[in-house]
């Protein structure tokens, strides 16, 4: 692992711990290995997270369409889910409550896949 790869997943550790981010734990459809990745997040409907792609060829949004459960950090808590693609208007509902999150360095998301990240019962 290189070292900006290094500083990135502390960064990103940090940031899923204090809720800024989320951390996002997929299977590699390649390298069926647990993948952990921060990304910008939103609250959805209920129990519902939304999260986005800046790229469509960014690989943890190709891991979810490949095998869509995943595991989820924000803050302290973990919740196993089940990533849903969005299309339409919760799609657009997602993407802006991200952009407006996060502002300027979000503003990417959307150009990728959008899912929500339901929470399974077990």
Known sequence: MSMLQTFTRMMGERMAS??????????????????????GWAQGPGDRIWVGA??????????????????????SGYRECVAVPLDG???ANAVAAIH????????????????????TAD
Not at 20 to 39: K, N
Not at 58 to 69: D, E, F, I, T, V
Not at 105 to 116: D, E, I, N, S, T
């Open 18 to 39: 204090s809720g800024r981010m989320a951390m996002i734990e997929t299977v590699g459809r390649v390298s069926g290995r647990q993948i952990r990745t921060p990304v």
């Open 54 to 75: 800046g790229r469509a060829e960014s690989h943890w949004p190709k891991n979810l369409l490949a095998n869509p459960r995943c595991r989820v950090q924000v803050g």
């Open 89 to 91: 208007e919760e799609r």
């Open 100 to 119: 407006a999150k996060y502002g300027g360095p979000a503003l990417r998301v959307g150009a990728g896949p959008v899912f929500a990240l339901v929470p």
